[in-house]
Nanobody
Framework: QVQLVESGGGLVQVGGSLRLSCAAS????????MGWFRQAPGKEREFVAR????????YYVDSVKGRFAISRDSGKNTVYLQMNSLKPEDAAVYYC?????????????????WGKGTLVTVST
């Protein structure tokens, strides 16, 4: 069992940056594949990025490649999403996700654990 708490969302101008954090409770953080999804109003939740147990394997949706970076700090039980060059279409609620014992799926209905989300608003 793991509990996930996101933070770092807020209002940012187009082209700006934000860093989201996801603090995980539990003793086996290193056993979880971690990732981020997002959901804009009226749209389905979509995969954004994931990172492997040791942080050596990362995967991104095409729309954020080169702009977003996922990382994890096992000492702090925290996963991060650095978001640069933000666009209006990046505005959404961002959710942290965790998967036990397997690669984090890109389909939201297959995810084991979710945080409650943090809102990112991008102003023009």
């Amino acid at each position: 069992q793991v509990q996930l708490v996101e933070s770092g969302g807020g209002l940012v101008q187009v082209g700006g940056s934000l860093r989201l954090s996801c603090a995980a409770s539990g003793r086996t953080f290193s056993s979880y594949y971690m990732g981020w999804f997002r959901q804009a109003p009226g749209k389905e939740r979509e995969f954004v990025a994931r990172i492997s147990w040791r942080g050596d394997n990362k995967y991104y949706v095409d729309s954020v490649k080169g702009r977003f970076a996922i990382s994890r700090d096992s000492g702090k039980n925290t996963v991060y999403l650095q978001m640069n060059s933000l666009k209006p279409e990046d505005a959404a609620v961002y959710y942290c996700a965790a998967q036990m014992g397997m690669v984090l799926p890109t389909q939201p209905n297959a995810i084991d654990y979710w945080g409650k989300g943090t809102l990112v608003t991008v102003s023009t």
